[in-house]
């Protein structure tokens, strides 16, 4: 960024026109770090329909907390109080209440956020799962009101109210790489909308439930793993 020191980190924000081109009537928005903190970046981004609003997190100096939501222009919302901690994933809640899932890299667990940026203290998950590193969260589009969460090497499903889904059988995933420091982490899942309840989740394991699975796989609202009835071979 002209006028910087090269060696400042900048957190950027901007919208792009259909052609690739930065839209001039959006904010270009920077959070530019202190010399002593190279750390400045956006992790996540998340538009709600129908609000022209942006939900960002990450680390961002500068601003009250680590999740922010801009107006349509680009300009920071200050009547979204926010929270506390780096957020590194945010999802919409899929149950039309305008609320938004969170979960950070620095011991922040999933939570749940309305509208104003209140807590929402309804959902409470148990411990360890509140206060480990959350990778990805997402919500089942079943009605259900459950969430899919990543955190710590573990895959996870958590009803509206934070609690553990007893019918979701926690995976054994396998590390991508061999070594006692292998990684064996779901970085990203999506729900499958064709009425299956299943779910796509990618990121560094080879194997699922002791099942190859090349880092990529799908899967069953209770944990296992797609093995028939479906075309799918990653």
């Not at 553990?164 to 982490?185: I, R």
């Amino acid at each position: 960024v002209p006028g910087t020191p090269v060696d400042r980190i900048v957190g950027r924000v901007v919208r792009l026109n259909p052609d690739g081109s930065p839209d001039p009537a959006f904010g270009d928005v920077r959070y530019i770090g202190p010399p002593d903190l190279n750390t400045e970046m956006v992790w996540a981004i998340a538009v709600p329909p129908g609000s022209g609003k942006v939900y960002v997190g990450g680390l961002l100096t500068g601003v009250p907390n680590g999740l922010i939501r801009l107006n349509p222009d680009g300009t920071i919302d200050s009547t979204f109080t926010g929270v506390v901690g780096n957020a590194g994933t945010i999802e919409i809640a899929a149950d039309g209440s305008r609320d938004i899932y969170a979960g950070g890299r620095r011991a922040f667990g999933p939570i749940r956020v309305h509208e104003t940026g209140a807590l929402d203290t309804t959902f409470s998950p148990p411990e360890p799962i509140n206060t480990l590193h959350t990778v990805v969260i997402a919500p089942a589009e079943d009605g259900t009101g459950d969430v899919v969460v990543s955190e710590s090497f573990r895959l996870l499903r958590l009803n509206r109210n934070g609690d553990l889904v007893p019918t979701f059988q926690e995976p054994a995933l396998s590390p991508a790489l061999p070594g006692p420091n292998g990684d064996h982490t779901v970085y990203t899942m999506v729900p499958i909308p064709d009425g299956t309840r299943d779910f796509y989740i990618g990121g560094a394991f080879s194997a699922y439930n002791g099942a190859p699975a090349n880092n990529f796989a799908r899967i069953h609202a209770d944990g296992s793993l797609a093995t028939s009835g479906v075309a799918f071979t990653p």
